[in-house]
């Protein structure tokens, strides 16, 4: 009697085995480290990213180029996590670690070639990381937050290469303010300085403000623009007639009757008004709507008012101005109310916005950037969190590194020399780690049009030479000592970048078996194989 075969999985289930199975996962990763090569550096390109609504977003910054790219392939979605926790751990270097990644896959892939085993591998690339981590501590050097020239110039070489190139000078003037202003006991929460956007003027009137600026004016023109002493009121319900939920049907037969039915639906909302007049406000910002019966009598009464007013905006004005975010008008007193000198509509080309300065709490502060488009305006909004991230982190740690691929030169050859020292076959691991780094100031120079191996192997006999802080210097495009010439970078870029990398390269390397249920939509894991085409990314 012939045997039965054994059925283990349904039949939508497929599988990708042992050297298929990382081949396809290592393709997907070098395929990601790719797409965003081009942009690395102060001489990178930037991509135009258009979403299935049409939106366009030019960029050059790693994380947001993979996360609109809506990647599907399992492996390279584990790239695009190393950008994303690059981003919320740092703020900037989200290119750096895609790009370390993905070469510590590929030249993993030299290695399986060579029949050495990935748990080999794995062991290798995790010596070199720790040992990568040690150096790093051995070379960063110590600033204070009395070198405002060196923040200074880490924010400017976040920003070289973005749009916000041009102004670099004047927004690391507003970013290392805005920073050192917000640093409380040696703690920064950069959620404490607020961004606004305002299109119209140019990009050079981006400003510092203290105080908050929100994207909304007063709803009514009738109200005061300008109210000294403000007591402000926030609320976070609807200052409207109640909205039946379910269709309601009134049947009138008089006029009288309808008469009386507008009436009281009036009287509620003069009640409601007259609350917050009690309470002593003259500013109400309001989560929600704001009918034009409420907008009358609040206008009346004098009182400035913004309805729609985000959340997180209203958090903010609460932690600045001491308001307490109110949920019922029975709440509202004195006592829920916040102090600010003054509350201002302030009008920008086309957009009304409203300041609030002289806050209770002197540390609120806005970022105002301005510029000719959305887009534009989109892309420097980036390069000042990049740059405020790397501020940031440099105050916090107080420990920075050398740029321009100097860093990445250094701990490839210290890393050679400590694979010199190992017998084993993880050697021959420790070594391409260290030619991984390398990668780094490699796309540096060839996307300034620079010969790669020319400028590595200059680098190269450099460092060996002592020179530690060798780098590309893309101002000059020469390779010199690039502390000198100030291209100066928080250590935690580097830190952070290379153990996210071997981290996601080491689980990457250990996956012998993909086992993907195809459900309805199909599957994704075959696809890396066939390359990009615009209707499948991946
Ligand atoms: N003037 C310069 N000359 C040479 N290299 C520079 C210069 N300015 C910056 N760099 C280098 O450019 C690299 C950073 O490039 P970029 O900002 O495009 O990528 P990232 O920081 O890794 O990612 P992202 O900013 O997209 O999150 C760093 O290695 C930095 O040292
Ligand atoms: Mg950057």
Not at 409 to 414: D, G
């Amino acid at each position: 009697m012939p045997e039965k075969p054994v059925v283990l999985m349904p039949e939508d289930v497929q599988r990708l085995l042992g050297r298929d199975a990382q081949r396809n996962n290592i393709l997907a990763a070098k395929m990601v480290a790719e797409i965003v090569k081009t942009t690395l550096g102060p001489k990178g390109m930037d991509k135009m990213l258009v979403s299935p609504t049409n939106d366009i977003t030019v960029t050059n910054d790693g994380v947001t180029i993979l996360e609109e790219m809506q990647i599907e392939h399992p492996a390279a979605r584990m790239m695009v996590e190393i950008a994303k926790t690059q981003e919320t751990e740092v703020g900037d270097g989200t290119t750096t670690a895609v790009m370390i990644a993905g070469k510590l896959l590929e030249n993993a892939e030299k290695l399986l070639d060579k029949k050495i085993h990935p748990i080999v591998i794995t062991k290798g690339y995790r010596m070199a990381s720790e040992k990568a981590q040690e150096i790093l501590k051995d070379i960063a050097i110590k600033i204070t937050p009395d070198d405002e020239d060196v923040l200074k110039q880490i924010a400017m070489t976040a920003m070289t290469g973005k749009g916000a190139e041009d102004s670099r000078d004047w927004f690391a003037d507003i970013i290392v303010k805005a920073v050192k202003q917000i640093r409380d006991n040696g703690k920064i929460n950069l959620g404490d300085i607020k961004i606004e956007k305002s299109k119209g003027d140019g990009i050079k009137d981006t400003e510092l403000i203290s105080g908050i600026v929100i994207d909304k004016g007063a709803i009514s023109r009738d109200m005061p623009n300008l109210v000294r002493g403000s007591r402000i009121a926030l609320v976070d319900f609807p200052l409207e007639l109640r909205n039946p939920e379910i269709e309601t049907k009134i049947s009138i037969s008089s006029p009288e009757q309808l008469h009386g039915f507008i009436e009281q639906e009036e009287r509620g909302i003069r009640e409601m008004i007259e609350k917050v007049k009690l309470s002593g406000a003259n500013v109400i910002f309001c989560q929600k709507g704001i009918d034009d019966f409420a907008q009358y009598l609040l206008a009346k009464e004098k009182i400035y008012a913004c309805r729609r007013v985000s959340r997180s905006d209203m958090e903010k004005i609460s932690k600045a101005t001491g308001a307490r975010i109110v949920s019922n008008l029975g709440e509202l007193s004195p006592f829920e109310l916040g102090n600010a000198d003054l509350v201002e509509e302030v009008v920008h080309g086309e957009d009304f916005l409203t300041y609030i300065r002289g806050c209770q709490n002197p540390k609120a502060l806005t970022i105002l950037i301005h510029g000719g488009s959305e887009h534009v305006i989109d892309e420097i909004e980036r390069a000042i969190k990049d740059g405020l991230g790397d501020v940031a982190c440099s105050l916090q740690s107080g420990l920075v590194v050398a740029g321009g691929g100097a860093v990445e030169m250094e701990l490839a050859k210290r890393i050679r020399e400590f694979g010199n020292s190992l017998s084993g076959r993880e050697q021959l691991a420790v070594e391409e780690f260290a030619s991984a780094l390398e990668f780094i100031p490699a796309s540096l120079a060839e996307n300034a049009g620079l010969d790669p191996i020319d400028v590595i192997a200059e680098l190269k006999s450099r460092h060996d030479s002592g020179e530690k802080n060798a780098g590309l210097n893309l101002f000059t495009n020469k390779i010199e000592n690039v502390l000198e010439a100030r291209i100066i970078e928080p250590l935690k870029i580097k830190t952070q970048a290379i153990s996210s990398a071997s981290e996601v390269a080491i689980m990457i390397l250990r996956i012998d078996d993909v086992i993907a249920s195809t459900g309805k939509r199909g599957n994704d894991f075959g696809k890396a194989q066939r390359g990009i085409g615009p209707e499948d990314m991946f």
